[in-house]
């Protein structure tokens, strides 16, 4: 997942596969998914997911080449999820709900986004690389496209990064597994936080 | 330098070092900024910080263990004068003045010694790793010490983490180096956020 590659269409950027090589794909993605649910982000080695998936270890080789290739595929379809539910799924988050509305259902659904893939950022980027870390630049052009809709006066670009400072991950972690703040407190700032940047 | 180590006091933070240990340190760190300056960060290697200093390539290496090592090192120093600016230093940025004026000149500050330090930060900590960035819990927390000597109603700490988001680093580098936004720009678009965020 580099920084150059264009976030739109999200659902496109895969070279075409063979169906069975699909299938293959998302029987391995799969299985990782359920090894993670069940076992915990440690339990995911090659040798577990191949198991769970009924392939051999050299297809999830080929497939993602690495434990950390694995690891950034699995990433890279939930952030594709979140991406899709934006664009085009129902309200309040998609297309069909007031620019308000939308804003205030951004913000909780980037904090349980995130929140469920800590473990994944950190063992699919090696850290929480900035860089690499959830679809950074396409929030932020959603946040300004709100700000806009809300006729809201001011640096909108900035404002939006402004926004997103709550889900950075290691605001995140910092906050839920050092200071002990609750998801629902840091709903309610980020919230207030809207309330503030939206006035003008 | 981890996260667990305390921020504070900043300045006591390093073993006691023999006097001309110690001026080893400091010389060694002097040749290596010289060498920032003038060639870029590219051109400091062990071998030309030992000649610019004086000393002997392994008394480099006892000193700061790799080259990462001394980037690290110089970040320290760096980020340890600007903390010493906001906790002792004059107005704007020192205690003397009053809230609202600090709260001013953070963000100016800040801004300018992240972009100083973006390519010492990446060799630091070999990625924009969040954990291993500025002082991120010192800001955040006089931040919020500020917000409430304002009487900023709100969740202080969440409102504090808003006000860094401008100064991330992979924020700064796609605003700067992409994006190509002034550093005019960003400053202003922080004070116009500060005016969104203390308001009740």
Avoid at 172 to 199: C, H, M, P
């Amino acid at each position: 997942m580099t920084d150059d590659r264009p976030l739109l269409p999200i659902l496109g950027g895969r070279p075409v596969e063979r169906s069975d090589a699909a299938r293959n794909r998302v029987a391995i993605l799969e299985a990782a998914q359920r090894l993670i649910a069940r076992d915990g982000i440690d339990a995911v080695t090659m040798d577990a997911v191949a198991a769970e998936a009924g392939v051999g270890k050299g297809t999830v080789f080929r497939r993602f080449d690495s434990r950390q290739g694995l690891m950034a595929a699995l990433l890279d379809h939930s952030e594709s999820a979140w991406q899709a539910a934006i664009l085009f799924g129902p309200p309040p988050l998609g297309p069909d709900a007031d620019p308000m509305e939308r804003l205030l259902a951004f913000g909780p659904s980037r904090l349980e986004t995130t929140l469920a893939n800590l473990d994944l950022i950190r063992h699919a980027t090696g850290g929480p690389s900035g860089r690499s870390q959830p679809p950074y630049v396409f929030a932020v052009s959603h946040l300004r496209h709100l700000l806009e809709q809300l006729g809201v006066r001011g640096d909108l670009p900035l404002l939006a990064t402004a926004l997103m400072a709550p889900f950075e991950v290691h605001v995140l972690e910092q906050q839920t597994r050092r200071d002990g703040f609750t998801v629902e407190r840091i709903k309610a700032g980020w919230i207030d936080l809207v309330r503030r940047i939206v006035r003008d």
